[in-house]
């Protein structure tokens, strides 16, 4: 390159990166675009604006960028060309395309991915990939989901230990109920947030181990669990997915309302299933998304919004299958009701402001099916009132 070349290079001004990608599709099947890239693929749509609403087709938001689906006359499907979605859990995602027909093509091993591709409805060429790292654990990315995890706790600690939700509720109880805790049992609390699993345990066991990723949210719980007397604690920062025990170690293991920040829960639920000792529990309480598509991209795409180290609610039968594939027996699961108060709720992860209103309105504004099944209630205001979710609650063995 000689000089002048290099010095208009330099001046250039400088490329951010991407704003958006652009597929094209056949004109008509908006339908059959949101089928897809909503519902199956749990994308939410965006608005067009309203000068190009009249040319058609779909926009998504996909990660902090967006997704473009134009109309093309004579449209042709791109069969090289393509876009490559980063995914967490890549097992989870080739179950949820193979169950609505979507083809599965193994693509050539690349270092440190795994991954696959499939077609569109339309024929276009998509690729699903998770980076892995040299010993076969998760990238950099789910580094960066544990760090958000991390800045979007320790600063709320002590509202998660304040919480009424957290602290109480019909789904503890159940918890405890379904643990059977004996009075020689050595327990594990995975993911303890404010310790009150942990606690509700502590006067029932020989010992209880709460562990979590936060540090500061593991300080907090700990000095909450020694203001109420709790003295057979110990405290152990923890990810969930790699647990730092020996094999065999639990007699319980337990984990409550918090498997939907994970970026890989079966490797989670294979973790606790290997700490287990044979014959030994496993009791696991989470929000859980509905079967319906549409209803399932709707909540994680508000749980999101609200939170951004929410990775997934998954539904029933996902748990069912984390469950069996770790070899565990499952011998109990129940669904059950919460009503969530949208104020609390939005103000206990410091949403901001804009966030919070703009999720509020889009709430408001759903689908009526999304209306009846979430009960979205209005205040005397006008204001989003509070709105519900199922939660699961799941008991399993390990085979004695």
Avoid at 162 to 168: D, Q
Avoid at 212 to 233: C, E, K
């Amino acid at each position: 390159m000689d000089e002048q070349a290099t010095a208009d290079a330099t001046q250039a001004p400088a490329i951010l990166g991407f704003d958006h990608v652009q597929l094209a599709m056949p004109p008509g099947e908006e339908a059959q675009a949101r089928a897809f890239y909503g519902a199956t693929l749990g994308l939410p749509e965006l608005a067009k604006p309203a000068a190009l609403t009249g040319r058609g087709g779909v926009w998504f938001r996909c990660g902090d960028r967006e997704l473009h689906l134009g109309v093309e006359d004579g449209f042709q499907p791109q069969r090289k060309g393509h876009p490559a979605f980063r995914v967490t859990d890549l097992a989870a995602m080739r179950a949820r395309l193979a169950a609505v027909g979507a083809p599965i093509g193994e693509d050539v091993p690349l270092p440190g991915r795994r991954r696959f591709e499939t077609r569109d409805p339309f024929g276009n060429r998509l690729e699903f990939q998770q980076v892995m790292t040299d010993d076969g654990s998760d990238d950099a990315a789910t580094s960066a989901a544990h760090a958000l995890v991390r800045q979007t706790f320790a600063p709320n600690a002590e509202a998660y230990v304040s919480s009424e939700s957290h602290a109480g509720g019909a789904d503890l109880a159940r918890l405890v109920e379904l643990a059977a805790p004996q009075p020689d049992d050595r327990a594990l609390d995975v993911s303890t947030g404010g310790g009150h699993t942990a606690l509700a345990l502590a006067p029932r066991v020989a010992r209880v181990v709460a562990s979590d990723l936060t540090p500061r949210m593991l300080a907090v719980a700990r000095t909450h669990l020694i203001s109420q007397g709790a003295t057979n604690v110990d405290y152990v920062i923890a990810d969930a997915e790699r647990l730092p025990f020996l094999d065999e170690s639990f007699d319980l293991v337990t984990v409550r309302i918090a498997p939907h920040h994970y970026p890989n829960v079966a490797q989670a639920v294979r973790e606790m299933a290997r700490v287990l000792k044979p014959g030994g529990r496993l009791v696991v309480i989470d929000n859980i998304a509905p079967e319906q598509p549409a209803l399932d991209a709707a909540l994680n795409d508000w749980e999101r919004r609200r939170d951004p180290s929410h990775i997934r609610s998954h539904t029933l039968a996902t748990w069912r299958e984390f469950i069996t594939q770790a070899g565990l027996r499952l011998t109990h699961a129940e669904v059950g009701r919460k009503r969530v108060v949208f104020a609390p709720w939005v103000a206990r992860t410091q949403t901001p402001a804009d966030t919070a209103a703009a999720l509020e309105a889009d709430m408001l504004a759903a689908p009526a099916e999304a209306q009846r099944y979430f009960e979205i209630t209005r205040g005397d205001d006008g204001r989003l009132a509070s709105w519900a979710m199922e939660y699961a609650v799941l008991r399993a063995e390990r085979a004695g």
